[in-house]
């Protein structure tokens, strides 16, 4: 590949991101424009989620970088993509051209110490296509996710849902009606209004099970850092939308998104756990995607997370992110699978608990 002759990886611990933030745009601006590839999303992340084996790849020179990716050591002999949960998809960008397998392959044996894999973590196909299998190289499936392509007006998107959906959905909102709830969407995108979203959004979060488990969104705790500097920064340019959903005065659901103008994320959905006898969550996205099609804001809205059985209530449209581990040698992608196999067909063998 020419590219890789004419142009070298260098790996550095990452200092001051905002450094680099502008080459990093630029990237993901010539390919992927990815909303959650933004600077804007990645400095908040390592602002609350990095740490000090946090490196730096680039591929090519300062004034014009093909590849750029935030890599991390995860074990004797193993690197991978930085991953915290909060990122939808992995922190790397290519330009066109830079094939990500290949790129992949040529990082390896740059990184320090003796590597003999990377990890290259949840990749999205719509923004770099699945390479194909090599000796060295395995992609794999990682989770199925969804989208809804916005086009043609709401009343044909809406018709286009089931008999079963449309209807549940009626008769929530008649029953709502008959005890007096009177259901509100609030779209919120004042920036100095983020703190209060992400407040009653942790609110909303603790009070079910990722309050039991200690897993919500807080403003005293780093995700909770992480989501307000990162919505205050989108929100500065128009790119931040929250939605809350009321009934009556009690906050029902909530939606975190960015966008580009051209793709909405939803990051992070939540829903009042203790309101029975009605889906609000459901409710809301009900009328989230009617705003949308009628505001024509943007073109796609990706969910990212794993397809669950509300997705598909609202769309069809799903492919499979993927991982891939690029291997220094042969040999060792054929030790790795084998050592995965072995697990595998000890997984799949009953314990003795089982045979009770």
């Known amino acids: 590949m020419d590219i890789l002759r004419e142009n070298k990886w260098r790996?550095?611990?990452?200092?001051?991101f905002p450094e680099i933030a502008d080459r990093w745009d630029a990237i993901n601006c010539s390919a992927a424009a990815s909303p959650v590839l933004?600077?804007?999303?990645?400095?908040?992340?390592?602002?609350?989620?990095?740490?000090?084996?946090?490196?730096?790849?680039?591929?090519?020179?300062?004034?014009?970088?093909l590849a750029l990716a935030l890599v991390e050591k995860r074990g004797v002999g193993r690197w991978a993509t930085f991953q915290p949960s909060q990122a939808p998809i992995?922190?790397?960008?290519?330009?066109?051209g830079a094939e990500p397998g290949m790129v992949a392959e040529a990082l390896v044996p740059v990184l320090p110490g003796y590597v003999a894999m990377l990890d290259v973590t949840r990749i999205d196909p719509d923004l770099y296509p699945r390479p194909r299998d090599t000796p060295r190289l395995?992609?794999?499936?990682?989770?199925?996710t969804s989208r809804i392509v916005v086009e043609g007006d709401y009343e044909a998107f809406w018709s286009a849902r089931s008999r079963n959906t449309r209807q549940n959905l009626k008769r929530q909102r008649n029953r709502l009606d008959r005890e007096?709830?009177?259901?509100?969407?609030?779209?919120?995108?004042?920036?100095?209004?983020?703190?209060?979203?992400?407040?009653?959004?942790?609110?909303?979060?603790?009070?079910?099970?990722?309050?039991?488990?200690?897993?919500?969104?807080?403003?005293?705790?780093?995700?909770?850092?992480?989501y307000l500097e990162?919505?205050?920064?989108?929100?500065?340019?128009?790119?931040?939308?929250?939605f809350r959903y009321w009934y009556n005065t009690k906050l029902a659901a909530m939606d975190l998104c960015v966008h580009n103008g051209r793709t909405m994320v939803i990051l992070k959905t939540a829903y009042n756990e203790s309101l029975k006898g009605s889906s609000p969550g459901m409710l809301m996205h009900q009328e989230?995607?009617?705003?949308?099609f009628t505001n024509r804001m943007v073109a796609v809205i990706?969910?990212?997370?794993?397809?669950?059985?509300?997705?598909?209530?609202?769309?069809?449209?799903?492919?499979?992110?993927?991982?891939?581990?690029?291997?220094?040698h042969t040999v060792f992608r054929f030790l790795h699978r084998d050592l995965l196999d072995r697990g595998q067909e000890g997984n799949r063998k009953p314990s003795s608990e089982a045979k009770k």
């Open 11 to 16: 790996v550095n611990r990452l200092g001051h």
């Open 38 to 65: 933004e600077s804007d999303f990645v400095e908040p992340l390592l602002d609350s989620f990095g740490h000090g084996g946090v490196h730096i790849a680039q591929l090519g020179p300062d004034n014009a970088p």
């Open 90 to 96: 992995g922190l790397w960008v290519c330009r066109p």
């Open 138 to 144: 395995f992609p794999m499936d990682y989770i199925p």
């Open 180 to 226: 007096g709830v009177v259901t509100r969407l609030e779209v919120v995108t004042d920036p100095l209004k983020m703190e209060e979203v992400v407040e009653d959004y942790g609110t909303l979060e603790s009070s079910g099970w990722k309050g039991e488990q200690g897993t919500a969104v807080a403003l005293d705790n780093a995700q909770g850092q992480f």
């Open 230 to 242: 990162m919505m205050r920064r989108f929100a500065t340019r128009s790119r931040a939308v929250a």
């Open 288 to 292: 989230i995607f009617e705003w949308i």
């Open 302 to 328: 990706e969910f990212y997370g794993r397809t669950l059985d509300w997705h598909r209530k609202w769309t069809h449209d799903q492919r499979s992110l993927y991982h891939m581990s690029v291997y220094r």
